[in-house]
């Protein structure tokens, strides 16, 4: 493979050593040291979307608009808004179907439209992928796109590029992926049984069988009563059906449940008011507001469950999904067109947090997609609640800008060590040495500016940035 | 005229080459480059509110005071807030009759208390318009107040201070003034027809014969009928009369309609339903809850009207107008008064944009006072569809810290690239350089600081600065 | 006393002089100069929570763990949150009780886990009193807890420690504590009549006789009719009630009330509704609208009762209260488990601004914890409405970050003159000197970054940096 450009015309594509770190001298050379403690630690992701079936078969990726854009919503996402068809990019249909495209042709519109990305953390991503992954030493535009093209998708075929190999080459000491209560985990077993020592685990995310108004949930119970023997149209039985799944999920490695809610409202009604709840849902006979409830009731029940088998909750709330509807009629979940809305925790959380809030071996990971709520409220509980924690900037605030008003409002109130570090929460598994470098980073160039302005010294400061990078995700998720 | 202080005690007024740079010499470096490149570029002003009589009468401006401070409710705010009436400085009441006032007592009012603008726009704005429009080079204190109201009195009455000679001097592209669609357009027409190469055009601002709730709309619905010929008592003609009236603004050189809503609310009804509702708000006879309904069914309509006839959509939502209600009785409306509050876009934006969210040939430019939802929601909504950009930092925003938010907490899910560059959006014409002005150098300072921390380069960020400064608010708004 | 520490590993503890200034040189020298025009100006401290007994009885404090660590609930929350039990830290409970601990082990506990408040204001403040106020100049860790336990406690049985030493020490021109209008002021009096120069004012905090919902609400009303010989029962006699202990307060110094309310709305009844409201609340008998009606216009009673005796008043919204329900239970108030929520302003304070917004000789300071509304409301209304000026960052934003954002987020709309300077709003008397540092070290680098940046001027930059660390405080209490 040649490293080099194709093209007299392209310009090299670089990677400063010193990216993302403040262009003050004093910041810089704190923050280049900090790093240096940081950079060459194992990769902890204790929450991602990554596929195990990769690791399982450890089959070839296809090409470069396969592996890197099709998956990827923050990617279409954009060239979507700019007025580029989702078909024209080979997009799948929800059924199944795709419009008949070239993923050359698909590649080339990437490559073209590469400007709509400047400054966005998708091309700081995607030039590290280049880059370090594929040893590309020229940028991506409408020149280089062929060259691009070729040279990933070949780099692809070889061993070196195989799901597996990547894992070590990534230096990924542990990833857990997201599954339903209804995923058999054969990818996991066949990962475990097949000797390969990288560590890929599952985290429980009962959405389906829980959010009566997702689509599927009438089938997903259903199915969840085969899968488990129980009766799960009771109320009692339903709950053991979830305790025998959290169970069989932790035997395969989990050691999180993860739930991905559009509020954060929780409840702790009597036995009798929530078996009556249930029925309702059960007959598909609920109002709204009862759904909500219910969603709200389940938080409270998850949160026992936890007491007592220690698998640690993560709440992921107020995401709007599917805003758009005629794409979701085209095209399904998942296509960018999810929005977050404005979320309240402080009094949603507090049937949860009146009943467990001060359990000792209770842990909740909380994140938010509504910025205003870090020093408002977030902060303020963690700093609080010994149950609590803060998960990192997450989906749209996974930015270097949206990563430093994190840390620059939770600091005061919830301090680092209310904190558990970074997560990539990718589906874009070679993103992710990128993601955990920009983290990594902007953690140290956060740092750096308190020792540059005397609020902490450099060697509280290079003990924080490794509690940041490695021990503190480890404690919080138990791994 | 004499540049020089009248005062041995006077303090010089200076505007530096650096202002709104960082002081960082890196990023100062690259910001002083990216500004070479945009600061002579022409003035393209696709949204404001100067008064096109200027233009078609070009008589000259009658006082320092008259020009600066009367119409400047950013300025006369700010000295009521410390006590001092509106009627010492001369602002007309609402029946049209005015406190016996000598213009120059109001502006040592102005002079004696500028103290009280230190790092706010308005001193930045009007230093600007002292030094470089009038050639002032003291700074406006008690002791300077009668220099420089004779001064620029003195300046208004010769020719280079005629209104066209001014839009000349400040190199104005094109500048859109806003219009309610009972306006005749007469001014734009004499302008027109006078031969003078100056390009000023109209917006159609609907808001009067639109909001049920504005005291006016009663009479102004009698007079939108009268002046279309429409039956514009019922539903269909009431349409019609709107897409006349938007064909005959179009005619005059309107590129795009302008809503001020109080909230972003859309709606979507059916026609019998819009009919049903048009017949109780014609009544008189509806809610508040019916007239945000209607408010929210005629943005949908104008969407309509919007994909036939090309015109490009601007909501600016968000404003209680009229807040202190003392004060709008005696004075009445756009005295300083209209404080913002929290405008949610999410749900309220979904009927329209689940009607027309993926047309081709449709575009909204969004607006906010609630910057809570930059990162929240209108980023990530600009971010995915097609139609949606996203108008810059408004009103109480139109601040360097502002400026700087807005970029800040769009980048990551807009881009640079679904936003429309700078409007100035003001009454106060001589002000128009010196904020397109802050707006150019902050952008380049925003750049200069992705480029030193080596996010971008710097040949990008010149691309970037000049389609901020240039390119984008005439392609947003067909210029 | 020895100064240093007291073992080979402890670590030395430096305070930077240039702690909280940019590194950038440029900022960082104008930053210096404007500070060392401040750091000598007396304390004014307008608004907090001292006893009032310390300066009455003078007796000397117990030790350092009953000191800093038992008052504090800033320091014991973070302890509580990462799971060290508030009875193992010695905090007593509601019912006067204690877990038998000795105050030297709590110490070694915040000791050992100082690490926690890395970044965090509480590590700042108090390294800021041990540095300057005990002469300790190593760090305060595991290895030198007991050092520190002995050094602090034996020095506060010194003479030079003494409440009324340390009052001097520090430079204190007036402080104000806050008292319910039950309190009899005796300890005020005490220090009146001492002939001790300190002046130690009262302020008036009527929430326990406002609140309806307040648990003490029915005794608390009892008492406020023995003691003022009114029939509080009706309205006319409670009001009379107010006007007498407000007159009271004002004989012992007072110049502003406070209100705590759960959020910040307003009513402004006809007096016959007034009155059949109060009926309800005296019998015990109103919903929890009721309750916040009645706050509400026990809000413009207060505004228009300071129209008439001048005293300032102060509105602390949007905390809400005792949020962990176990340990409100057994600890009672005040335990760190307040948390903020949502505050609305624009809608909520108009009945109050309709009837006093315009009043030359009214003064209502507002406070926030919800930062959203720093830009989007309360800059805006201080910015215009006469009677508003804006409170600091409060509480949890009573950091660096927050004060930044403070200032960022209300310069362009309210300015400087629209502030009040600093409070230090604390229980925490050691820490006040620290505590204004701060605040002036924040300013000062605030504006040190606007001169750089060429928006003010050196000379006008300092003449703020005075007005905000002394004049304004001074005028806006009236003090």
């Not at 390969?196 to 829980?210: E, K, N």
């Not at 140290?444 to 005397?454: G, I, R, S």
């Not at 940035?465 to 021990?471: Q, S």
Request: glycine letters at 6%.
């Amino acid at each position: 493979m040649s490293l080099a450009g194709n093209s007299s015309q392209s310009t090299p594509l670089v990677l400063d050593e010193n990216r993302l770190f403040a262009s003050d001298p004093v910041q810089r050379a704190i923050a280049r040291r900090l790093y240096a403690q940081v950079t060459q630690l194992p990769i902890v992701s204790p929450h991602g979307h990554t596929d195990p079936s990769w690791f399982a078969g450890n089959a070839p990726f296809a090409n470069a608009a396969e592996l890197l854009l099709v998956p990827d919503h923050y990617v279409f996402r954009m060239l979507y808004s700019q007025g580029i068809s989702l078909d024209a990019l080979g997009i799948p249909h929800a059924d199944g179907s795709r419009a008949k495209v070239d993923p050359r042709e698909a590649w080339r519109l990437l490559a073209k439209n590469f400007h709509l990305f400047r400054g966005t953390p998708s091309s700081m991503w995607l030039n590290h992928v280049f880059h370090e992954v594929f040893g590309l030493r020229v940028k991506l535009d409408a020149g280089t796109a062929d060259h691009y093209f070729d040279h990933i998708t070949d780099a692809l075929q070889t061993s070196a590029f195989l799901p597996r190999a990547l894992f070590e080459r990534f230096n990924i000491e542990v990833i857990a992926t997201t599954e339903s209560p209804l995923n058999a985990l054969e990818h996991h077993a066949t990962i475990r049984d097949s000797g390969w020592s990288g560590r890929v685990i599952t985290a429980y995310r009962p959405d389906p069988v829980i959010d009566p108004e997702h689509e599927q949930f009438p089938s997903a119970l259903q199915y969840f009563g085969e899968l488990t023997g129980e009766d799960v149209h009771t109320w009692e039985g339903y709950l053991r059906a979830h305790r025998q799944r959290r169970a069989f999920f932790a035997s395969m490695g989990a050691t999180s449940t993860d739930h991905g809610h559009p509020d954060c409202t929780t409840a702790d009604l009597p036995v009798d008011e929530a078996r009556k709840l249930f029925g309702k849902i059960v007959r598909g006979q609920f109002t709204p507001a009862e759904a909500a409830t219910f969603r709200g009731q389940m938080l409270t029940e998850m949160a026992a469950m936890s007491l007592d088998d220690g698998l640690v909750m993560q709440l992921h709330p107020g995401s709007f999904r599917n805003h758009n509807q005629r794409l979701f009629e085209t095209f399904g979940r998942d296509k960018g067109a999810d929005i977050p809305v404005r979320t309240e925790y402080v009094h949603a959380l507090k049937p949860l947090l009146d009943r467990f809030g001060n359990e000792p071996n209770f842990r909740l990971i909380l994140f938010t997609l509504d910025e205003s709520t870090y020093a408002r409220e977030l902060g303020p509980l963690a700093g609080h609640y010994p149950c609590l924690l803060l998960g990192p900037a997450w989906w749209f605030h996974d930015a270097p800008e949206g990563m430093w008003r994190f840390r620059e409002q939770t600091l005061s109130t919830a301090g680092f060590y209310n904190t558990v570090g970074f997560n990539d929460d990718t589906r874009a598994f070679l993103s992710i040495p990128a993601r955990h470098d920009v983290a990594r980073r902007i953690d140290c160039a956060f740092l750096a500016k308190l020792v540059a302005e005397h609020r902490l010294d450099e060697d509280e400061a290079a003990a924080v940035a490794v509690d940041l990078a490695y021990r503190l995700p480890k404690q919080a998720y138990k791994l």
